[in-house]
């Protein structure tokens, strides 16, 4: 048994933990051996001080270890992901450009979940949108075969999560979000080759950053815009972090001129963004069209290791779009997703 005094003790010194030792917690956590009041203690102190790049990978993988495998075989995959948490009615821009950059040729597994405060998250969208969410085995790999596209419910991968679900609302009572609302993005068991990851906190930037060089994932991107936005917007400027070998590097990406009010950005809940999905992959020029193919340019700009403000990759973005392949490729997935859950 873990000496849980010693490990309060340690989430609230300013060195945090070690890795050896938040390994030891996170077993006590997921095995449901630690009081939920002590595991919730844990999750407070950790957030007051202010998580490590340690404690975070270390999370990382214990969520990956525990994971359902994703049978993908020698493929690999890029993801655009955010860690949600802004609080406010935003449009799915991360999934939508996860179409678009597959329809550009890119193999994207798109990892997510539904919200958590609101019904807003990429799997409320995608519930919306009739697409089924929990699929069977095998079933993503030749979905990424026939549409270089396959979501990744978080739900359905991580059932460790589960037993850690009762310490986590506790502790929401007293902070705002856990390490754990860290993690999930980070915990794709499709295990993507490069990732455009946004933060909707400015505080998070180099954290998230510094763990995804511990992990090694060169050619990555995180992004922080503010007001407190996990994606490129084009209200302002974004500042990112690029992960190289040396380290993670500082970039700033600027807007467009003239930057777009950020009124004209915002989006709603699950029905409300299904309709401007639709209308997006449609072909509509409207504001967040473009902002769906800016941060689709940036990921296809790190897939292929060009800047993330590559102009070509964000004019291929812009007719994927405008010629109506996304849609189209949209289409073709959810209807092999429904025939792959009816077969199974």
């Not at 040729?105 to 969208?125: E, I, T």
């Not at 009762?166 to 929401?172: H, T």
């Not at 455009?196 to 400015?202: F, K, Q």
Request: aromatic residues 4%; contains cysteine.
């Amino acid at each position: 048994m873990a000496d849980w005094q010693e490990l309060l003790a340690a989430a609230a010194a300013p060195q945090g933990l070690s890795a050896p030792q938040m390994a030891q917690a996170l077993e006590e956590l997921f095995a449901g051996r630690c009081p939920v009041e002590q595991g919730a203690e844990f999750l407070v102190r950790l957030r007051q001080r202010g998580e490590t790049a340690v404690e975070l990978s270390t999370l990382v993988e214990a969520l990956l270890a525990r994971a359902r495998p994703l049978e993908l075989g020698e493929l690999a995959v890029c993801d655009i992901v955010g860690t949600g948490g802004s609080g406010r009615a935003r449009f799915n821009v991360s999934t939508t450009a996860s179409v678009v950059v597959a329809a550009c040729g890119v193999p994207v597994a798109k990892h997510g979940n539904r919200g958590s405060r609101r019904p807003n998250g990429s799997f409320d969208l995608l519930a919306a949108l009739e697409v089924p969410l929990e699929l069977p085995a095998g079933a993503h790999r030749e979905l990424l075969a026939a549409c270089n596209l396959c979501f990744v419910f978080a739900r359905q991968f991580h059932p460790a999560m589960a037993a850690v679900a009762p310490l986590r609302r506790l502790a929401g009572e007293r902070v705002s979000g856990t390490i754990f609302n860290l993690a999930g993005p980070l915990a794709n068991p499709a295990r993507p080759r490069a990732q455009l990851l946004g933060t909707a906190s400015e505080r998070h930037l180099q954290l998230i950053a510094e763990t995804l060089w511990r992990r090694r994932q060169h050619g990555s991107l995180v992004v922080w815009s503010p007001p407190d936005l996990d994606e490129v917007t084009l209200a302002g400027p974004c500042e990112a972090r690029l992960i190289a070998p040396g380290g993670p590097q500082a970039r700033r990406l600027a807007p467009p001129a003239p930057p777009l009010p950020d009124s004209a950005l915002a989006g709603g809940d699950a029905a409300e963004n299904a309709a401007l999905f639709q209308r997006i992959l449609a072909g509509e020029p409207l504001p967040l069209a473009e902002m769906v193919a800016v941060n689709a340019g940036i990921a296809l700009a790190l897939w292929r290791g060009l800047p993330p403000e590559d102009a070509g990759c964000r004019a291929e973005a812009r007719e994927a779009l405008r010629s109506g392949r996304a849609g189209e490729l949209f289409a073709r997935y959810r209807a092999l997703a429904q025939r792959l859950v009816q077969q199974a």
